[in-house]
């Protein structure tokens, strides 16, 4: 079964610097896809960004971004310019299995930004 | 984007008595949803999987009769927690997904607390 791993619990950074949120993925499927979510203290699932693992290209989303390294297995997500209102847990996500709309998630980060 | 609403977002109840929670998919038809459950500083842990039209898939661990699940219509998903116990006490939350390869859009999520 798929695994993903989040090995930061908490991460801190200061207003309007990068931050790199890691995330490890195991899988043996060969099509799969990532996803990022944020959670705020309010507690709703915020989709941030998605790679398929037959992209070229890394993901991005305004200032969102996807390091993504498949030899390594690695999804990292790189937040830049961070802002106060980055503030959140951030789980890392998998497709339970290829072509599975079940999802697995890592533990999460904890971020906090830093004014 | 595709929206999930879920109701209540928060619900404190009695020990023993049951609780409904309402997830809806306002603007398209989703034939399967989700429903996690997240305790304090935690990840999401998929409970089962809502089949519109039949019965509910649980994952390894979680009782059935406990979390009655039912898809009644292609927009609506209920959890029911029966003969709830401060142990149940926790944040649920449900979701759907258009495709298998495009993100999960998730619902506001319910508080439940078990006094």
């Known amino acids: 079964a798929q695994k993903i791993t989040q090995t930061q619990p908490g991460m801190f950074v200061q207003e309007k610097e990068a931050v790199t949120l890691d995330c490890t993925y195991d899988t043996s499927d060969q099509s799969y896809g990532l996803f990022w979510y944020k959670q705020p203290s309010s507690g709703e699932m915020i989709f941030l960004i998605y790679q398929g693992s037959y992209d070229e290209q890394n993901a991005t989303e305004g200032r969102y971004s996807l390091n993504f390294q498949k030899a390594r297995k690695s999804a990292n997500l790189v937040i830049s310019a961070s802002q106060l209102g980055d503030s959140a847990m951030y789980f890392c996500?998998?497709?339970?299995?290829?072509?599975?709309?079940?999802?697995?998630f890592g533990k999460g980060t904890k971020l906090t930004v830093n004014p | 984007g595709a929206v999930v609403s879920q109701h209540p977002s928060r619900v404190i109840c009695k020990s023993g008595t049951s609780v409904k929670i309402e997830c809806r998919s306002l603007?398209?038809?989703?034939?399967?949803m989700f429903w996690y459950r997240q305790f304090p500083k935690q990840s999401l842990m998929l409970m089962a999987t809502?089949?519109?039209?039949?019965?509910?898939?649980?994952e390894q661990g979680v009782e059935k009769d406990k979390f009655l699940i039912n898809h009644a219509s292609l927009t609506l998903s209920t959890l029911t927690v029966t003969s709830a116990h401060p142990e149940d006490s926790s944040f649920y939350i449900c979701s759907a997904r258009l495709t298998p390869n495009t993100e999960a859009f998730f619902g506001q999520g319910t508080r439940l607390t078990v006094v």
């Open positions: 603007d398209f038809q989703a034939t399967t």
């Open positions: 809502s089949n519109e039209g039949s019965k509910a898939t649980y």
């Open positions: 996500a998998t497709p339970i299995q290829g072509g599975s709309e079940k999802l697995v």
